[in-house]
């Protein structure tokens, strides 16, 4: 219904630009945040205290043995300081000594990553679309590549599955099928970005996301670090929350842009698979304009 409707995806991305993945055996939990497993959710609680969302993650088809140890992922996606480190621990009993706080923390990964919702117990959509998509991204690319594939929790926007993380980047993207999902994940790898089917970038709150994609698909800039935004400014004379702002977009070469970003009300629809209608107002960019 979203897709028949022609909602923006741009700005539904999360943010928090530093991640915990966290690989996961077994069936997924109804939330991160509350893991049955003591130690897990102790790691959790002390990543949020570190300032560090936490995905649980696994690999597309045959599930690991309870004895083959875990991989956990720490990620930056702030533009000019993306890195995933790999950590390797043999069972739960090591988590409260993974170093949260260290940015260098880690094996370095150098191939892009592409996480993928497959969470089904938020929401129905993922599991069956998402799935879909992993295995048919597991069957269609090289073995080399599809180690850096991964299913994982709840990345949120259910009504844009199948959806997907792309790391070291950090750009979030729904209503991928195989063709656009490996697109997306090259492009990460090449420190690019491909804008079709882009939610937006998890380092940026949703303005400065909307802001960034009406540049970067106007301009055809595809350079992941090309352009970073500013904090939004109010507009004079508007007020309330559904007010316009104008977002700041810097880019590389010295330009500067102003975006004027504005939720735009939308018809009612279903936010996840199986929930009521909801109101719904997504963002769009309504004008750019230059600055000296």
């Known amino acids: 219904m979203s897709a ?27 939330s991160v945040d509350r893991h049955p497993d003591p130690a897990v959710a102790a790691l959790v609680a002390r990543a949020r205290t570190a300032g560090r969302r936490t995905l649980l993650v ?23 300081r993306t890195r995933v480190g790999a950590l390797r621990v ?18 370095p990964v150098d191939a892009p990553m592409l996480l993928v919702c497959t969470h089904g117990t938020r929401d129905l959509c993922c599991a069956v679309e998402g799935r879909s998509l992993a295995a048919s991204v597991l069957t269609t690319e090289p073995e080399d590549r599809a180690a850096g594939l991964w299913e994982c929790s709840h990345l949120g926007g259910h009504r844009f599955a199948p959806t997907a ?9 729904g209503r991928l099928d195989v063709a656009t999902a490996i697109a997306a ?3 990460a790898g090449q420190g690019e970005v491909e804008t079709a089917h882009c939610r937006g970038r998890i380092a940026w709150e949703p303005v400065g996301q909307v802001a960034e994609l009406r540049i970067r698909e106007a301009e055809g800039l595809r350079d992941a670090d090309g352009l970073t935004i ?9 007020a ?12 590389a070469d010295g330009r500067r842009r102003l975006v004027r970003v504005a939720p735009s009300p939308d018809a009612p629809r279903p936010l996840s698979c199986g929930a009521g209608l909801a ?11 230059a600055l000296a």
């Open 240 to 251: 309330g929350d559904e007010a316009p702002v104008d977002v700041p977009v810097y880019a």
């Open 279 to 289: 109101r719904v107002a997504p963002l769009v960019a309504t004008g750019v304009r």
């Open 58 to 80: 696994r690999r597309p088809g045959r599930r690991p043995g309870p004895d083959s140890g875990r991989t956990l992922l720490l990620a930056d996606t702030a533009p000019g």
């Open 165 to 173: 993380l792309v790391l070291p980047t950090g750009y979030l993207y």
């Open 230 to 238: 500013g904090p939004a400014l109010p507009v004079d004379g508007e």
């Open 4 to 30: 028949g409707l022609g909602e923006p995806l741009a700005g539904t991305a999360f943010t928090d630009s530093r991640l915990l993945c966290v690989e996961h055996l077994g069936p997924w939990p109804r």
């Open 90 to 107: 043999r069972g739960p009993g090591e988590l409260a000594d993974v170093p949260l706080d260290d940015a260098g923390a880690g094996d």
């Open 185 to 187: 994940r090259k492009a």
